[in-house]
T-cell receptor
Framework: NAGVTQTPKFQVLKTGQSMTLQCAQD?????MYWYRQDPGMGLRLIYYSASEGTTDKGEVPNGYNVSRLNKREFSLRLESAAPSQTSVYFC??????????????FGDGTRLSIL | LAKTTQPISMDSYEGQEVNITCSHNNIATNDYITWYQQFPSQGPRFIIQGYKTKVTNEVASLFIPADRKSSTLSLPRVSLSDTAVYYC???????????FGAGTTVTVRA
């Protein structure tokens, strides 16, 4: 009963390096999300995918790209990492984002440090 | 987006009831109020969700007054394991974008 699985759990990068964070869900959910969490700021939405084949920007999309590879997988890419992107990244999924009463299920995060 | 306001922190003792109130003055007619719990080094976990009046599950109760401009999460008889950050979330019915605030850090002491 895995739910939402994120890889890797930890990563250290140098400024300018690229990196892809992987996320997979086994709940047959239609919608998937990427958030970042910084101290004292709660979670902020980076990108989301309402359904397979669609992606849209969230609150803080700059410096990131996403790919909804299939219904199960949603990846987040940093093309040229910057120290400001040091954060904990969470992936989430929900049955549908078309209705506001669909709770999101979260993975346990990827802790990313950029030097 | 309906902005939410909740206390930064609350302290309690084992066996007590903890009530966390969240303000959401701009909530729209079809929006739901959702609460999440987060432990260190884990992702947020869904606790409870409601639209109006009262909702209760095995973990908590959610009280929503008629004007829906606020809501109160009630945790009965807390234990040390309830120490966590609790987030109040209002989700717009016509917009997929979600916004988590800084949350309320609840510390339960023995």
């Amino acid at each position: 009963n895995a739910g939402v699985t994120q890889t890797p759990k930890f990563q250290v990068l140098k400024t300018g390096q690229s990196m892809t964070l992987q996320c997979a869900q086994d709940m047959n959910h239609n919608s998937m999300y990427w958030y970042r969490q910084d101290p004292g700021m709660g979670l902020r939405l980076i990108y989301y995918s309402a359904s397979e084949g669609t992606t849209d920007k969230g609150e803080v999309p700059n410096g990131y790209n996403v790919s909804r590879l299939n219904k199960r997988e949603f990846s987040l890419r940093l093309e040229s990492a910057a120290p400001s992107q040091t954060s904990v990244y969470f992936c989430a999924s929900s049955e549908s984002s078309a209705s506001s009463n669909q709770p999101q299920h979260f993975g346990d995060g990827t802790r990313l440090s950029i030097l | 987006l309906a902005k939410t306001t909740q206390p930064i922190s609350m302290d309690s003792y084992e066996g007590q009831e903890v009530n966390i109130t969240c303000s959401h003055n701009n909530i729209a007619t079809n929006d739901y109020i959702t609460w999440y719990q987060q432990f260190p080094s884990q992702g947020p976990r869904f606790i409870i969700q409601g639209y109006k009046t009262k909702v209760t599950n095995e973990v908590a109760s959610l009280f929503i007054p008629a004007d829906r401009k606020s809501s109160t999460l009630s945790l009965p008889r807390v234990s040390l394991s309830d120490t966590a950050v609790y987030y109040c979330l209002v989700v717009r019915s016509n917009d997929y974008k979600l916004s988590f605030g800084a949350g309320t850090t609840v510390t339960v002491r023995a």
